[in-house]
């Protein structure tokens, strides 16, 4: 089965500051991987998305993430952090035999220090 | 960019009482919905996937006959909270599949008094 870890549950860092949000996933075949950004009692934005090919993977809001096969990981990364930025990220990996299923990390609450 | 519209965004019921909360995609066809859980502070667990035409599949654990699950066209799919109960307080969310991955709602937040 596939699974989802994001060992962070809550990272602080200050405006301005570089950000890295880790994910690691367990899934048998190539996965689909996804990250999505939550703000409170909303529903789900996606920020980027890797299928295939260049395993640098630029989204929006000036996020990008890095897929590495042998540490199976995909971790998020901005350069310099915004007070706006403040949120749930939850990482998810899809099936990729073509069900569609989603299955979700816990996620990690970003505070913005100004 | 596809969007799936979700409503009513909250929703206050007295208990025994049933709800329903309806997806419906906006500009592309939804074969299938997914629907999603989550908890205060938690992540998003899939409750069940609904097919256009056929029954729903519920994961385990998950009580088909409480949570009734509807998809009769391509584009509304619709959960229904029946004899709800405080403990079925929750964020409720659909998602499609589309050909960029996944479109949410924006999520029910139902509380059950």
């Known amino acids: 089965a596939q699974s989802v870890t994001q060992p962070d549950i809550h990272i602080t860092v200050s405006e301005g500051a570089s950000l890295e949000l880790r994910c690691n996933y367990s899934y048998g075949a190539t996965p689909y991987l996804f990250w999505y950004v939550q703000s409170p009692g909303q529903g789900l934005q996606l920020l980027l998305k890797?299928?295939?090919?260049?395993?640098l993977v630029q989204g929006i809001k000036g996020f990008e993430a890095e897929f590495k096969r042998s540490q199976s990981s995909f971790n998020l990364r901005k350069p310099s952090v915004h007070w706006s930025d403040a949120a749930e990220y939850f990482c998810a990996v899809g099936n990729g035999a073509g069900s569609y299923q989603l299955t979700f990390g816990k996620g990690t609450k970003l505070s913005v220090i100004p | 960019g596809a969007v799936v519209s979700q409503h009513p965004s909250w929703v206050i019921c007295k208990s025994g009482t049933s709800v329903k909360i309806e997806c419906r995609s906006l500009d592309f066809q939804a074969t299938t919905m997914f629907w999603y859980r989550q908890f205060p502070k938690q992540s998003l667990m899939l409750m069940a996937t609904?097919?256009?035409?056929?029954?729903?599949?519920?994961e385990q654990g998950v009580e088909k006959d409480k949570f009734l699950i509807n998809h009769a066209s391509l584009t509304l799919s619709t959960l229904t909270v029946t004899s709800a109960h405080p403990e079925d307080s929750s964020f409720y969310i659909c998602?499609?599949?589309?050909?960029?991955?996944?479109?949410f709602g924006s999520g029910t937040r139902l509380t059950v008094v």
């Open positions: 609904s097919n256009e035409g056929s029954k729903a599949t519920y």
């Open positions: 998602s499609a599949p589309d050909r960029g991955g996944y479109t």
């Open positions: 890797y299928f295939s090919g260049d395993t």
